[in-house]
């Protein structure tokens, strides 16, 4: 890691051959390179989000050379194509609408306020559904439903599960920072009588346990993963929250 620094040290992110990638340790020198550029662009990347109006961008060489209202986009672009067309290093942007909940501070959990969860099964987006309940990974996320569409977890459990996601990505969550991978996985729920599947895009966490680099872990500690309430919207969930028993079921309809 500290050759690597040394190699940075005075470029230009947006100057940065993709050749340079091939002989180092690419995805350390990408990540790198990428907090560089966030850290010196910040008001060119805010002039950006601003003259366009978008939720996702990818600039390259200075310029944008994709734009959508759509923030997980970029995630169906061919971004080894735009790189090769301009010979130097791409970078995605992010931007949250801003969520009347996200302008508040998170309240300390405390023995009387208390997190609804619901069981999910992670998988490989190619597993067939028996093989995704079979080997996949059963998280306990956090249920919120004031959060349209979001679903994280922890880049570890996704990388295990789905290899290597192609770029990190980067956001802002409760004001916080943080960088993750996204990936197509597959969500599955079950109950006594029925199982059912969905595609949905996760995003993989970095440092997951370290609350100074995972904001989703400021609310709830022990959070093994988030999801909101398309979930219960797309696999059709009957979810009942019990406040004495302090436990969520569900029914799939």
């Known amino acids: 890691m500290d050759n690597l620094m040394e190699c940075i040290e005075g470029v230009d992110p947006f100057e940065v051959p993709i050749d340079a990638l091939k002989s180092k340790c ?3 020198y990408r990540s790198i390179l ?4 966030f850290e010196k662009y ?3 990347i805010d002039e950006q989000f601003e003259e366009t109006g978008a939720a996702s961008l990818i600039v ?5 050379v994709f734009a959508s209202k759509d923030r997980y986009a970029p995630l169906f672009v061919d971004i080894d194509k735009i790189e090769q067309k301009h010979g130097k290093i791409s970078y995605i942007l992010t931007r949250e609408r801003t969520l009347i909940e996200e302008l508040s501070e998170w309240s300390v959990l405390s023995d009387e306020d208390y997190y609804p969860t619901i069981s999910l099964y992670f998988g490989n987006r190619i597993w067939d559904d028996k093989n995704a309940f079979r080997n996949g990974e059963n998280i306990r996320c956090d249920f919120d439903t004031g959060n349209p569409s979001r679903c994280v977890t922890d880049e ?6 789905s290899g290597r ?7 802002t969550h409760l004001r916080m920072d943080y960088n993750y991978y996204p990936r197509v996985m597959k969500l599955c729920v079950e109950d006594e009588e029925q199982q059912r599947c969905m595609e949905k895009i996760v995003e993989g966490v ?8 995972n ?3 400021l609310a709830n500690r022990k959070r093994e993963g988030f999801v909101g309430r398309d979930v219960m919207l797309k696999l059709s969930l009957r979810i009942t929250l019990d406040p004495v028993q302090k436990t969520s079921s569900w029914q799939i309809l």
């Open 42 to 44: 910040k008001y060119w």
């Open 26 to 28: 690419a995805d350390e």
């Open 206 to 213: 970095l440092s997951w346990d370290d609350i100074t680099r």
């Open 60 to 64: 390259c060489d200075r310029h944008v």
């Open 215 to 217: 904001p989703y872990k």
């Open 165 to 171: 996601a192609g770029f990190q990505w980067k956001e």
């Open 156 to 161: 570890a459990i996704c990388r295990r599960l």
């Open 34 to 37: 990428t907090e560089r550029f």
